[in-house]
């Protein structure tokens, strides 16, 4: 029986969908099965970020519909040797075309077959956000070091606590620029942190090479040279239940030595 | 002809008081008021006098009060200055105790989220930007309050906000409203205070060790040193 952990965030982009995208990726590099699931009916964009846009045959609408079976529209990255799936949105309806009853019930089934199901919210609070909640166990709030992102996660964070379903979320900062942030340009942290009160479960560093590899269809984590593609796996090993320590932000520093020691030393 | 008299009247250095005895019908009652009040006629004195009614262990309801109080008003230059009863409906009792007694709630308050009691509040957590706490008396913030406080959301001038770090973007103390600086952009500490309405009418911020002259009613300890 697997386990569904949606990634959610209320503001708009503040990179949700890359998240899922590489969390789910990095699930996969792991040696789990995961099948991600979009919920932006209508706005789809994971399949795009997947590079899977032009397999797509059947979607999420006509699971819920009866119109194919789940294995008919989930779409096989051939990058993986039968790990990593995708369900899906339909661009063609909206978010009113399901209800979260159906939403649960699809879950639930896909639970059956995967270890992991990785599910990608659309922004804002309304159905679509409902959509993605309901048959989750587990929920990611993404949130970028900005004064407005932090107030919406504050906001789903607050939404979240009230699902019965859903475990306490764990958060994920997005896009941090070390130097602003150094210089106090932008929330840090452990400001942040202290701010929602739930726990961190990982910092990715705003990076050119992640809005690279979208375009190309590449998710970041299958690069292993990419510091944002360590971030990510490092959150995969954390939901696997790793405990594994954040890597310090400085980019200038080369060694492993004394990136170390700048992450143990004084702030 | 009568065993005992169903309505005295009392002069005191306050004033007058009526005693309704309250072991006769509402009905009987209301006939030797009406009788009593006929007798003494004090139409000479145009003067209007007010008096104080006691009913001893008879509940009135909202409408008999109203009633007593008509009753009485027609017949003299009287004034109703108070009914007071020594009974009370449970419900009205819950509602007092609620208003009386402090919560205790252990949450941090988000963004959209609204915390309301009727009493005081208690909150062992935070409020962040855009989240609201209301009480019908006092706030007491063991956190940081960063979003709205409404401390006397009924009207009570005299309830206050206290807070361990107060930042808030704006306090509300019964219908006076107080909001930060725009230019917020003091490194001050601002912990350990408190909010209250002055003798100006303004919402004040100060230590919250003033609020110990200036609202001694909320020490609810009984005696000790």
Redesign the interface.
Known sequence: MGEAIVITSGKGGVGKTTTSANVGTALALQGKRVCLVDTDIGLRNLDVVMGLENRIIYDLVDVVEGRCKIHQAVVKDKRFEDLLYLLPAAQTSDKTAVTPEQMKKLVDELKQDYDYIVIDCPAGIEQGYKNAVAGADKAIVVTTPEVSAVRDADRIIGLLEKEENVEAPKLIINRIRSHMMKNGDMLDVDEITAHLSIDLIGIVADDDEVIKASNHGEPIALNPNSKASVSYRNIARRILGEAVPLQPLEEESKGVFSKLKKFFGVK | MKKNQNVTIKGTKDGLTLHLDDSCSYGELKKELDRKLSENSRSDEDRLLSVRVQVGNRYLTKEQQEELKELIRQKKNLIVESISSNVITKEEAEKQKEENEVVSVAK?I????VLETAGDLLLI??V????TVMAGGNIFIMGALKGIAHAGCHGNNEAVVVASLMKPSQIRISNFINRAPDNDQDEEKREMECAYIDENDQITVDRLQVLMHLRPNITRLQGGS
């Open positions: 941090v988000r963004s959209g989220q957590g935070d962040n930007p855009g989240g």
